[in-house]
């Protein structure tokens, strides 16, 4: 029996109580006589004991019954063991006492019955059928199992189990256990496998194009070195078998597929072995969305065609091949393809006007793109800061580099009137970026001329790249033209100068007589090491005469009817002269994990001989990179397109062993794959939770507005539960077998989708060792033991139940009492107390004697005190 109270802070009343009665005592102690100091004390316990009732008190009284569950995982991750768990229950009953009440019940996703609790248990009954034993909830089974005993009681739950739930949550059922009588004891089980083989994961393209190579990657996790069979079906037609060989781990084994089957198709992969102790775990299936044969668009320049077309072969995609030149000029056009390769095509063949046409397909319409390397791509091809830079996964400019070349960079610019309007515009644009190319440092000088030259920007070091910015986009048209004197000029202000690259760029849409020879001029200027490019604008350009100056200053010429085409002229002129892009040293590229490319590069990679310099972007996945960490392969997701850099070229002379790798055309059809677009296909994010459920994103924000359906392989429609996350999402909640379900989205206009979807096994019939930390967690949060001898099962319980007896009302009337007790002897006296074998008359205070009279006195005062 134990004595406890509710309220501890009520007893502090105590203090003023007991310091008022000692106060009292003390100014009256040497008046009180003997029974006034006894009715003093009367009435000091009488307050004591109504401040204890305040406490609310109470008796913990012993309860000698106990209660002992038994709770026995019969889940598939313990086939076959149920008779272990029955000998160690009935081995326990040995020491089970008269006070245990006993139960006995089996679960797996859910609780079942085998014994209700009773005080007359002696054996295990026979154990009944378990109904789906694909899942292991524990977290359930505590529940449950705790609403069938008496809280109030000493209570042990005994859980036989490997701990491997599947579902639920038991450390979050353990907190409702706090400060109870319930305590957990556990009796690990586990199966004794001695060779599994298992299916670990089978994956398919989410959508392909009849003619695709699609890639069917299996891994297999094995116990044991062993042989099987691989089967691989498709729509349960077998398409692949072929015996593997097996290692202890993981296997993966990829199996390249040019599909013919159209729409939602099935693929199945299985593995047999001669021993294997779970069967469940060795097949899984997989749906793929098959569309129709794509078309590619591959551009390239070179007169014998592109190599790519002849890698990627006729029987997987279609494709044209046209060069720059034959780029159309409309959306429409674009969009009769599914993807777009740049085969080293410089950008001022393309312009700036037909790179945002692509870049709107690839961000709106979910066009792939890609961009391969060589001396005309990337930061060489003039696309610093276009539209086809934007939806690339790196950057033009290459950042970080050191040691680059001292440059002097001059740029004579046209200002005549005849330049006015779009012309001018995009010169001067050209020109702002030609400055952001240049380091702090690199010396710039700006001449704009009519009939005279105009020194805009003093040839000297670039400190301001804003200030110089903001300069040369203020030039206004105006006047004549004359080429000669502004030349003349720049090549005066570069002639001193120390530097290790000097370079004019001249831009101008007319003509210009003079007596002077440029010859001379340009010779004079080649001694200092100085050279020339030259932009003629327009159909009335001097082209002749500019293309002349280029060859004699060992530059280039460029014939530009398409203005557009300036900015990407001169970003290429400031790249090829500002940084060293070109790297030549042979090299093995770096090759991380990357979902669609592992495969490719599972037995190595061949030797590179270069590549282009580029800088990833922040958020692009870099599959390979050099060993100055320059990406030589990356992807990223621009809008709904997908699109690839590869800085290398397709021909052979940069890749170098890479066009004579016998992977080399599974390299191009991987490519295509990564690139061709799911937008249309497939307009709804369908995914599989940790939880089994379906999450499914609507990309308008419309998911309440969704009716969704759910039909098995056999067309049975299946119960689906939905739980509105967000606008944008759903959950959808199936209980159905492993396999494939197919989904019918319909929309709020009308419009139906179709998906399919793959239901794994159950984990149960994963091969894991028990969990022993969640097992110890459960037995140290709850005071209970793990058990290896049976005996221990009924052994004395650490906690006691007890019934609770509160006694607050016992001690108000006790209180009560001794109140009565002090008032009566107060008012009539001792006499009442007195006993010779009759009872006195009671004496009013008139008739006491002196002595008494004189105490009745007494107490009148203090009652005036």
């Not at 450390?171 to 599994?196: E, R, W």
């Not at 060859?551 to 530009?560: L, P, Q």
């Not at 239901?759 to 097992?775: F, G």
Request: charged share 20%.
């Amino acid at each position: 029996m134990d004595l406890r109270i509710d309220h501890p802070l009520a007893l502090l009343l105590l203090i003023p109580l007991i310091g008022y009665f000692i106060w009292t005592w003390w100014q009256h102690r040497k008046q009180l006589k003997k029974n006034q100091q006894i009715v003093f004390g009367i009435r000091i316990l009488a307050a004591i004991l109504l401040v204890f009732a305040i406490c609310s008190p109470y008796l913990l009284l012993p309860v000698k019954e106990e209660q002992v569950v038994f709770l026995i995982d019969r889940s598939a991750s313990l086939e076959g063991i149920e008779d272990q768990a029955i000998s160690f229950i009935e081995e326990s009953l040995q020491s089970k006492e008269e006070k245990h009440r006993v139960g006995v019940y089996s679960f797996a996703s859910n609780l079942q019955t085998e014994s209700m609790l009773t005080e007359t248990l002696e054996h295990v009954p026979e154990l009944g059928d378990m109904v789906n034993k694909g899942e292991t909830n524990i977290a359930r089974a505590i529940q449950l199992a705790t609403g069938v005993v008496d809280l109030k009681k000493a209570t042990r739950i005994v859980l036989l189990t490997d701990g491997l739930e599947t579902k639920g949550d038991a450390v979050g059922q353990l907190t409702k256990l706090t400060d109870s009588n319930v305590s957990i004891d556990v009796v690990q089980l586990s199966q004794n496998v001695a060779a599994d083989v298992s299916i670990q994961s089978f994956t398919t393209p989410q959508v392909a194009y009849a003619g695709e190579q699609q890639q069917l990657v299996t891994e297999i996790e094995s116990t044991t070195a062993t042989q099987g069979e691989l089967y691989l079906y498709e729509n349960d037609q077998l398409i692949y078998q072929e015996p593997v060989q097996l290692e202890e781990g993981a296997n993966v084994f990829t199996y390249r597929h040019v599909g013919q089957a159209e729409g939602l198709v099935k693929y199945e992969a299985l593995v047999q072995v001669d021993e294997d102790a779970i069967l469940e775990n060795n097949k899984l299936t997989s749906v793929t969305m098959v569309q129709s044969t794509p078309r590619i668009l591959i551009v390239s320049d070179r007169e014998e065609g592109s190599s790519i077309a002849s890698a990627i072969g006729t029987n997987s995609v279609n494709y044209d091949v046209i060069s720059s030149s034959e780029l159309p000029n409309s959306l429409s056009s674009f969009l009769h393809y599914n993807a777009i390769i740049f085969d080293n095509i410089p950008g001022h063949l393309v312009g700036e006007g037909k790179m945002s046409i692509i870049e709107q397909a690839v961000k709106n319409f979910g066009v792939g793109f890609m961009m391969v390397g060589g001396e005309n791509s990337f930061g060489l091809g003039g696309y610093f800061k276009t539209p086809i830079e934007a939806l690339l996964p790196v950057e033009m400019e290459v950042k970080g580099k050191q040691q680059l070349p001292s440059l002097g960079l001059a740029i004579v610019l046209d200002r005549s009137g005849s330049m006015m309007g779009p012309k001018i515009e995009l010169a001067k644009e050209a020109a702002a970026r030609s400055v952001e190319l240049l380091r702090d440092g690199d010396t710039l000088g700006f001449i704009a001329f009519d009939d005279r030259p105009w020194e805009v920007i003093e040839t000297a070091p670039l400190t301001d790249k804003e200030k110089a910015v903001n300069t040369i986009l203020s030039i206004a048209p105006g006047g004549g033209t004359e080429i000669y004197s502004s030349l003349e000029l720049a090549y005066e202000n570069l002639t001193d100068l120390q530097l290790q690259r000097k370079h004019i760029i001249l831009l101008t849409d007319g003509q210009s007589y003079t007596a002077s020879s440029y010859e001379d001029l340009i010779a004079a200027g080649k001694e200092n090491n100085i050279t020339l490019s030259t932009v003629a604008i327009g159909a009335d350009a001097d082209a002749a005469l500019l293309e002349s100056l280029s060859e004699w200053g060992s530059g280039r010429f460029y014939s530009v009817l398409d203005e557009t085409t300036i900015p990407s002229i001169l970003s290429r002129e400031t790249a090829m002269i500002s940084r060293t892009y070109i790297e030549d040293n042979p090299f093995y590229p770096i090759i991380y994990s990357a979902e669609g490319w592992d495969a490719l590069f599972e037995a190595g990679v061949p030797q590179m001989n270069a590549y282009i310099g580029t800088t990833a972007k922040q958020t692009a996945m870099v599959i390979a990179e050099s060993e100055k960490e320059d990406p030589v392969l990356a992807e990223w997701q621009y809008g709904l397109g997908r699109t690839i850099a590869f800085t290398s070229d397709s021909t052979g002379v940069w890749t170098g062993d890479w066009a004579r790798w016998e992977e080399w055309p599974n390299f191009w059809q991987t490519a295509v794959s990564r690139m061709l677009p799911t937008y249309n296909e497939i307009a709804y994010d369908i995914r599989l939770d940790a939880q089994g459920s379906f999450v499914i994103t609507d990309p308008t924000n419309q998911a309440a507005l969704l009716d969704i359906a759910v039909v098995n392989e056999f067309g049975e429609e299946l119960e689906v539960q939905m739980e509105p996350m967000s606008a944008s999402k759903v959950r959808a909640t199936v209980e159905a077998n492993p396999g494939l379900v197919f989904f019918r989205i319909t929309s709020g206009d009308g419009t139906i989708y179709q998906a399919g979807r793959t239901i794994p096994y159950s984990k149960e019939y994963q091969l894991h060792p028990p969990n022993e930390t969640l097992l110890a967690q459960m037995t140290e949060r709850t005071g209970g033991e793990m058990l290896d001898d049976p005996t221990e099962t009924f052994r004395e319980f650490t906690m006691k139940s007890a019934e609770k007896q509160s006694i607050t009302l016992w001690l108000v009337l006790a209180s009560m009492l001794l109140f009565f007790i002090d008032i009566t002897i107060r008012r009539i006296g001792w006499s009442f107390l007195q006993t010779s074998g009759r009872v006195k008359k009671t004496s009013t205070v008139a008739e006491m004697p002196a002595e008494e009279t004189n105490v009745a006195q007494l107490l009148k005062e203090m009652k005036k005190k």
